[in-house]
């Protein structure tokens, strides 16, 4: 089931059910009932009894229902000149008199619809108090169950004798809520549903951004953590009332979950194990760890501990690098046998290769990453740069310097690699990091972050590189653009567009790798051999690998598109054509043009010159990379400034298109957007800027006492 929750595994076995309903789910906004939510919520109790459920149900809403009614009467008995009297407000119990009678109505047409027979049953805090009035209570409610008949429990209010429904707080129940919670004691209930007008239990009140919902409630870490909003609208308790029966009823070993009344079919989703509401349990300390995560607190975390790593020298920060590189090779051992098992179990689920491919880190792929950061522990310090200086006026300095971004989170597909090469680059330009690998990567992540982790130094923490381990989580984290700064995706068009719109976070990276080699007719023939092959075949899953193979159409006449189309298949590439090589060279079309294989497999399109070549890339390309061979200058030099990708190469693999060859040390990832950084981004890219001034006492006073004289000066 997806999204469900295993700490709900008892459900399976749960028969009886108490359903409270609260008056804000019952009743509009102006007091009048909600038909259709009752409607949906009676066709629901309707599904579990004939399931075999045995439904009870404890309904607010009827002094709300009976003072809207009462108070339309009243207007429309009264006179002008009783209208302009102080209004008194009307008594509680006559409107639970009215209400009720209203109510009961109700339930009993929607449930009539449904072949549903229900029965009321009125309550006061006294009855409780007679053990033969408990113990007729209970033979009653089972005969009614037994003819699937659904009984329906609200507080007496009408003839209670407290001092006023709102008001009176003592006996043995004080409001519906709490009369739920007793009448799961009471009538050996498997489960208790408190029907909210929110999701369940935040950690502060609903409205607040920052509030989180609490999925399982722990009493050793929630009861001094939780914040309190307004009382419901209309009815008595509101969420502190719902939280205190809960734990008593949780504590005596009825299982209590709160959600909303609002949802579709909520109830049906609690039994089914959804991960919705909030569960109380007996045991839930014993199945949930006391630190749930929390988005905000890793984020804010890995915002504390950067700021720590950038006060650092650039030396100290270097020999954190060091570290890490010499304890990735100490560990590769360990690093190897999780990494195996994580291929072995993609392997068995039937992944694609390309995938499997991605995930495989060999001890020569270990050995790579340790150099590379190495190279990048010896680069200059880029923190701190001072990139323009400028007088302003005499003894007045302002300085452009680079800068950390802040936080950043990566969230990555398969590479258990890029993990490494990420971290190496926040640790370097001083930025926290949030990282969010793919599942099939799990142990490979888990042992490469602890690795890296353990070689951080107490006086930075460990909580500068936060690991997610759950997709659920990362909904919470594209929230807090007040705390994270950056959003890198690397891996699918569907993930990459997904969290595209689904924050406020700037987010840098590509959607597709869809990567072209142009062979021009003045090319070298066995250099276009050579390009064509490495581009293809090096790294067929990599997003820097060709996937459109573009040929003027003289080499078609010269019959080397033959030649390179043998060679191709030799290697075992699958190809298939664009409109004009389809028939051509007899191989199947391609469904689109706009295409990325990830595998041995490209596209293969004949074009007229570097013009349709060029035009071709522009519409059907991602912005990615993509390489002339040519030996005709002029033709190279349009092909360079016109087409407009973020890594254009003459006579040369798209292959090059990565941060280590580029020099960079590694990459966060490649970036087709035209703001921030554009192609593999290194440290740089992980690098804002920010103003420095240093005067001697200036003021502005309406620019009268400055003379400016904005002077570059020397870095």
């Known amino acids: 089931m997806e999204n469900a929750d295993p700490n709900r595994h008892f459900l399976k076995d749960v028969k009886r059910i108490i359903i409270k309903v609260g008056t804000a789910v019952v009743t509009r906004q102006d007091g009048r009932l909600a038909v259709g939510k009752l409607g949906a919520l009676c066709e629901q109790i309707k599904e579990l009894n004939s399931l075999g459920y045995e439904i009870i149900l404890v309904s607010s809403g009827a ?419 007040d705390v994270i700064d950056l959003v890198i995706p690397r891996g699918s068009n569907q993930l990459v567009s997904q969290i595209k719109s689904s924050t406020k976070i700037p987010v840098l990276g590509h959607a597709d790798g869809i990567c072209h080699v142009y062979v021009d007719k003045s090319a070298d023939l066995e250099m276009s051999k050579r390009i064509v092959l490495d581009a293809k075949i090096d790294y067929p899953a990599g997003c820097n690998a060709m996937e459109t193979l573009l040929v003027h159409k003289d080499l078609v006449e010269k019959g080397w598109l033959n030649y390179i189309i043998v060679d191709l298949r030799t290697e075992g590439v699958t190809l298939f054509g664009g409109p004009k090589a389809s028939p051509l060279l007899n191989i199947p079309l391609a469904r689109s043009l706009h295409h990325e294989y990830n595998s041995l497999t490209c596209t293969v399109e004949i074009v007229d010159d570097v013009f349709a070549a060029i035009d071709h890339i522009n519409l059907h390309g991602s912005a990615h990379t993509d390489s002339i061979v040519t030996e005709d200058h002029e033709v190279a030099d349009m092909f360079l400034r016109q087409v407009d990708s973020a890594a254009v190469f003459h006579n040369a693999s798209t292959r090059f298109s990565d941060g280590a060859r580029f020099g960079l040390g590694a990459e966060v990832g490649i970036s087709t957007s035209r703001i921030h950084a554009r192609g593999p981004v290194g440290v740089d890219g992980l690098l804002t800027t920010r103003w420095i001034l240093k005067g001697s006492g200036q003021i502005v006073d309406g620019d009268k006492a400055i003379s400016y004289t904005h002077k570059d000066l020397a870095i």
């Open 63 to 481: 002094v709300g229902l009976g003072r809207q009614r009462l108070r339309y009467r009243k207007l429309i008995n009264s006179s002008f000149a009783d209208l302009q009297k102080p209004q008194i407000e009307l008594d509680g119990k006559a409107c639970a008199a009215v209400g009720q009678n209203s109510l009961m109505a109700l339930y009993d047409s929607l449930f009539s619809q449904l072949d549903v027979t229900s029965a009321q049953l009125l309550v006061t805090d006294n009855d409780f108090r007679d053990k033969d009035f408990r113990k007729q209570l209970s033979e009653t409610v089972k005969s009614l169950l037994g003819l699937k008949v659904i009984p329906i429990f609200n507080e007496n209010d009408a003839v209670s004798t407290r001092k006023a429904p709102y008001e009176d707080s003592s006996g043995i129940f004080w409001d519906n809520d709490s009369l739920s919670a007793l009448l799961a004691l009471e009538l050996k209930a498997d489960l208790l549903i408190l029907l909210s007008d929110v999701e369940g239990l935040y950690s502060g009140p609903p409205s607040d951004p920052r509030s989180k919902l609490i999925h399982t409630y722990i009493k050793e870490k929630h009861q001094n953590e939780i914040t309190f909003g307004d009382k419901s609208r209309v009815g008595r308790g509101g969420m502190t009332a719902k939280v205190k029966a809960s734990i008593h009823a949780a504590e005596a070993g009825i299982p209590v979950i709160i959600t909303s009344g609002f949802a579709a079919e909520n109830i049906l989703k609690v039994l089914q194990g959804q991960l919705i509401g909030t569960l109380f349990h007996k045991d839930a300390h014993k199945w949930a760890p006391i630190k749930e995560f929390n988005a905000r607190e890793m984020a804010v975390a890995a915002r504390d501990s950067s700021r720590r790593l950038q006060a650092m020298s650039s030396e100290e920060r270097k020999q954190i690098l060091l570290k890490i590189a010499d304890a990735l090779e100490a560990h590769q051992e360990e690093i190897r046998i999780e990494n195996e098992s994580d291929v072995a179990a993609a392997q068995e689920e039937g992944c694609e290769k390309s995938l499997v491919a991605r995930l495989v880190l060999k001890k020569e792929k270990l050995a790579t990453l340790a150099n590379n950061i190495r190279l990048i522990a010896n680069m200059e310090d880029p923190i701190g740069r001072v990139l323009k200086r400028t007088e302003l006026a005499e003894g007045l300095i302002l300085e452009k310097t680079s800068s950390p971004l802040g936080v950043l989170l990566i969230v990555f597909e398969s590479r258990p690699d890029a993990l490494v090469q990420i971290a190496s680059l926040a640790i370097q330009s001083g930025n926290g990091l949030l990282l969010k690998g793919g599942k099939e990567a799990k142990r490979s992540n888990a042992i490469l972050h602890k690795v890296i982790t353990e070689a951080i130094p107490d006086s930075v923490g460990a909580k500068l590189i936060g690991l997610v381990t759950s997709r659920a989580e990362i909904p919470e984290l594209l929230k807090l653009d």
